[in-house]
């Protein structure tokens, strides 16, 4: 047990239906017909748990997922079929998979009514979808309260990682990318509090260039302002320089992050920004990453990819998060004791703000 919290190992699980609740909610590649899974880092991780659950005679293994945004109808397009596919060319491990738990509308309105009919469906409860924790649903707080319940082996170790890396050593950098730096400040602020520096890329560089008085051109950029006190802070670091794009064009600049033109935007950070993080990263005791550096989505990720490099090189302890910064990290050689890569997106960035989330709640209490 962990603060308050069964772990899966200590779950009686012989003879018994277990019902896993999984976060298999992955991209899927239609480019060549069926949908076939993308990225399966968060199959992968579940690996473990299933297997455990297996060697200590699970009767049957009960495997709970949602998918996409289906907005409580069936959609074709998001039918577990390709993931169960996939998991079992990972696994000769037995189970059975409910189809999309987002089918149903009451799931993401955490229905009582909707629990109980998952619940009927097995004999205890073990969640190990630490990526969806942030989200109160049916699957994964109404149902802990109708079965005995387990947390999951990544489940677990996502917790453990997560607290560690908020009570990081002396000198200890974190880095912050993506965007919507009204929804990240309360992240931003804790940070400053607790790690050396903090180092911004992506559209949250954008609104503190803005907020320091600097010209940011066409760049995109919050709604809300920075507040003052963030914007002025020694420890916030932003990129020196950066990548400008034209408006309407495919034409790329690279120059000093000040010499921005008005119809230009900010779409990566640069060869020197690059380098000089590299070599803070190389430097550091421990490292916390969440989010790309550049317009990841576009194709601009040579600032990511260098970052990730210098990572997965340096032999530093770290923890990342994100889909598109795990991608980048995972095309590199790493050390998997040093370098753990979260599962969670919105749940790894709620959790290092809060220090819980509903599903570790609803785990404790039940």
Not at 284 to 308: C, H, I, K, Q, S
Not at 309 to 320: H, K, N, P, Y
């Amino acid at each position: 047990m962990r603060e308050g919290i069964h772990s899966v190992r200590e779950a009686p699980v012989a003879g018994k239906r277990v019902l896993l609740r999984v976060d298999f909610n992955v991209p899927l590649d239609t480019a060549r017909g069926a949908p076939r899974v993308a990225n399966d880092l968060r199959i992968r991780s579940a690996l473990p748990t299933l297997e455990l659950l297996h060697k200590n005679g699970a009767a049957k293994i009960i495997i709970l997922t949602d998918i996409g945004r289906p907005g409580g109808k069936v959609v074709e397009g998001l039918r577990v079929a390709p993931i169960a596919e996939h998991l079992h060319t990972l696994t000769s491990v037995p189970f059975e998979m409910e189809e999309n738990l987002r089918f149903d509308p009451g799931e993401e309105s955490n229905s009582a009514e909707y629990a109980q009919k998952l619940a009927a469906l097995g004999d205890l409860y073990v969640n190990e979808a630490f990526a969806n924790s942030h989200r109160s649903h049916a699957s994964m707080v109404a149902l802990s309260a109708l079965l005995p319940s387990y947390a999951g082996l990544r489940f677990e170790e996502e917790i453990e990682r997560l607290s560690a890396a908020l009570t990081p050593p002396p000198g200890a950098i974190a880095l912050i990318g993506g965007a919507k730096f009204e929804t990240k400040e309360p992240l931003i602020t804790k940070l400053l509090s607790l790690y050396a520096q903090v180092l911004l890329g992506g559209a949250l560089a954008n609104d503190v260039i803005k907020a320091r008085g600097l010209p940011f051109g066409s760049s995109l950029i919050s709604t809300l302002p920075v507040p003052t006190e963030v914007a002025t802070n020694e420890h916030l670091v932003v990129p020196t320089d950066a990548i400008f794009a034209e408006e309407g064009s495919n034409a790329e600049r690279l120059g000093l992050v000040f010499d921005i033109r008005a119809n230009e935007s900010i779409i990566d950070i640069g060869p020197e920004t690059s380098k000089k993080w590299s070599t803070v990263i190389t430097q550091a005791p421990f490292v916390l990453w969440n989010g790309p550096m550049g317009v990841y989505e576009r194709g601009y990720r040579d600032g990511t990819e260098a970052l990730a490099s210098a990572l997965s090189a340096s032999g530093t302890r770290a923890v990342v998060g994100g889909g598109d910064t795990a991608a980048a990290v995972e095309k590199y050689t790493f050390d998997a004791e040093k370098v753990f890569i979260s599962t969670g997106g919105g749940a790894m960035l709620e959790f290092l703000v809060r220090g819980t989330l509903p599903a570790i709640d609803a785990l404790r209490q039940h």
